[in-house]
């Protein structure tokens, strides 16, 4: 069984920071990327940012210079996110690009989400 759990939403003010965490925890042969995506009310769930591991991080262009990803080991990942918006305001994801064993195919894998509310 993998699990990825996440932690650190919550309501902030327009221009405040959070910083959400997402550890993999599990039968885990390798791991390929952490990152995470977000949903909207009423919008489909989308990509925000990666961290390959060995590679490079990657944004979406809406979060470029405010939101920062990082891993501190293999299995864990953070999403610092400042100068926060209300169309940031979100349910915040995790997800994780995993082979349980080496002889299976990489698959994804899903936390169950956070919220993220920005609001005055």
């Known amino acids: 069984q993998v699990q990825l759990v996440e932690s650190g939403g919550g309501l902030v003010q327009p221009g405040g920071s959070l910083r959400l965490s997402c550890a993999a925890s599990g039968s885990i042969d390798r791991i390929y990327t952490m990152g995470w995506y977000r949903q909207a009310p009423g919008k489909q769930r989308e990509w925000v940012a990666t961290?390959?591991?060995?590679?490079?991080p990657n944004y979406v262009d809406s979060v470029k210079g405010r939101f920062t990803i990082s891993r501190d080991n293999p299995n864990r990942v953070y999403l610092q996110m400042n100068s926060l918006k209300p169309e940031d305001t979100a349910v915040y994801y995790c997800?994780?690009?995993?082979?349980?064993?080496?002889?299976?195919?990489?698959?994804?894998?899903w936390g169950q989400g956070t919220q993220v509310t920005v609001s005055s």
């Open positions: 997800q994780s690009v995993l082979r349980v064993l080496a002889n299976l195919a990489p698959q994804p894998y």
């Open positions: 961290f390959p591991t060995g590679g490079n």
